[in-house]
Antibody
């Protein structure tokens, strides 16, 4: 069974940093692209970032570019999201999701999703 | 960026009703449109991918069609467990974008 388990969320002050992790199991992690998607309280879904299976290609939403870094460690089946210079508007539940369909993050779909981890940016 | 617009934003229907949700892209995304269901307090779940392919395990009352800029998700006979918010998502280009969601309530 494919499982994704996020961790690392919490309360952080504006301007602070946080690193999210997503532990994957039940599939050949290195063969699949992965993505982060967030959801602010009471709001819709927002795609944040994607990374290819090898980790060599990454994509970011404009809202997080130059502040967030996506990476992966294939031997340990773990996806990361390093978040710097955090702002109040980054407050959200962050989901990791397996990108299925092609080896590239493009032309794909998200399945499954993790349960999410809450990041709260507040003083 | 490609904008995804869903309609309606919310709707209320009765058990057994046929329900249709529309998603329109601001430019052609060919067939790269996916649909997700998010139940209250839960992570989203994939329903349909590449415009019309039903994900394994999803009830056959869910179906979808479309290409280019116009897409439709249909629930043929609404069930109580279909209470959820439904999102479309384009994977044609980055940044990948979601519709704003359609909140489905059961009368």
């Amino acid at each position: 069974e494919v499982q994704l388990l996020e961790s690392g969320g919490g309360l952080v002050q504006p301007g602070g940093s946080l690193r999210l992790s997503c532990a994957a199991s039940g599939f050949t992690f290195s063969s699949y692209s992965m993505s982060w998607v967030r959801q602010a309280p009471g709001k819709g879904l927002e795609w944040v970032s994607a990374i290819s299976g090898s980790g060599t290609t990454t994509y970011y939403a404009d809202s997080v570019k130059a502040r967030f870094t996506i990476s992966r460690d294939n031997p340990s089946n773990t996806l990361y999201l390093q978040m710097n210079s955090l702002r109040a508007e980054d407050t959200a539940v962050y989901y990791c999701a397996n990108s299925r369909g092609t080896s590239s993050p493009k032309y794909n779909w998200f399945d499954p999703w993790g349960q999410g981890t809450l990041v709260t940016v507040s003083s | 960026d490609i904008q995804m617009t869903q309609s309606p934003s919310s709707l209320s229907a009765s058990v057994g009703d046929r329900v249709t949700i529309t998603c329109r892209a601001s430019q052609s995304i060919t067939k790269y449109l996916n649909w997700y269901q998010q139940k209250p307090g839960k992570a989203p779940k994939l329903l349909i991918y590449v415009a019309s392919t039903l994900q394994s395990g999803v009830p056959s009352r869910f179906s979808a069609i479309g290409s280019g800029t116009d897409f439709t998700l249909t629930i043929s006979s609404l069930q109580p467990e279909d209470l959820a918010t439904y999102y479309c998502q384009q994977s044609y280009s980055f940044p990948q974008t979601f519709g704003q969601g359609t909140k489905l309530e059961i009368k």
